[in-house]
């Protein structure tokens, strides 16, 4: 016996893409989340664009390095992609690695050519993040390779001001030391 009863139409694709190929997307970024170097670096060899946002605006390269996997952030900033792209939120890799303490990350961006005081809308830098987080070694990270810590945000502030605003005892001891 056939099922003669109507069947519902499939659900309209988001951004005129069919659900292939927007399962196969939600694979790319979760490799990107976890880490999966060889496999980014295949895909993007093979002419996945470097630079592919998620519905949030973050990229490939901003979730490996939100994660810390400095490997896929080598990969993915030796094909191209763009350290001072900022997600939907304003944030930019560099600050999304420094806010979570992971220095390797940072380093592989930095050593890949990204601005040590690069930022989003707000200036808000990676040092300025570190301090107000108190990741001291964040901090010293970011201050031997060049960050500029009289650098102001949208707002006026400084890295020293937002470590003071947020209590963040240790960094806002490190930038008065100077």
Same mark, same amino acid.
């Given at each position: 016996?056939?099922?003669?009863? #109507?069947?519902?139409?499939?659900?309209? %694709?988001?951004?005129? !893409? @069919?659900? @292939?190929?927007?399962?196969?997307?939600?694979?790319?970024?979760?490799?990107?989340?976890?880490?999966?170097?060889?496999? !980014?670096?295949?895909?993007?060899?093979?002419? !996945?664009?470097?630079?592919?946002?998620? @519905?949030?605006?973050?990229?490939?390269?901003?979730?490996?390095?939100?994660?810390?996997? %400095?490997?896929?952030?080598?990969?993915?900033?030796?094909?191209?992609?763009?350290?001072?792209?900022?997600?939907? +939120?304003?944030?930019? #890799?560099?600050?999304?690695?420094?806010?979570? *303490?992971?220095?390797?990350?940072?380093?592989?961006?930095?050593?890949? *050519?990204? #601005?040590?005081?690069?930022? *989003?809308?707000?200036?808000?830098?990676?040092?300025?993040?570190?301090?107000?987080?108190?990741?001291?070694?964040?901090?010293?990270? !970011?201050?031997?390779?060049?960050?500029?810590? %009289?650098?102001?945000?949208?707002?006026?502030?400084?890295?020293?001001?937002?470590?003071?605003?947020?209590?963040?005892?240790?960094?806002?001891?490190?930038? +008065?030391? *100077?």
């Amino acid at each position: 016996m056939t099922d003669t009863a #109507p069947r519902p139409a499939p659900a309209p %694709a988001q951004h005129g !893409l @069919d659900e @292939d190929t927007i399962a196969f997307a939600g694979r790319v970024f979760e490799m990107a989340r976890r880490g999966h170097a060889a496999e !980014l670096d295949a895909l993007l060899a093979a002419g !996945l664009p470097a630079n592919l946002t998620n @519905d949030k605006g973050d990229t490939l390269l901003m979730l490996a390095a939100y994660h810390g996997h %400095a490997d896929a952030v080598r990969a993915l900033m030796a094909r191209g992609a763009d350290p001072a792209r900022a997600n939907d +939120r304003g944030q930019v #890799p560099l600050t999304a690695a420094a806010f979570k *303490g992971y220095g390797a990350a940072i380093e592989a961006m930095l050593d890949a *050519g990204a #601005p040590v005081d690069g930022c *989003g809308p707000d200036g808000k830098t990676a040092l300025m993040m570190a301090a107000m987080f108190d990741r001291t070694e964040m901090l010293d990270l !970011l201050l031997a390779r060049g960050a500029d810590a %009289a650098a102001r945000d949208a707002a006026g502030m400084t890295a020293q001001d937002l470590a003071d605003r947020m209590g963040a005892t240790q960094t806002a001891a490190k930038l +008065r030391q *100077g």
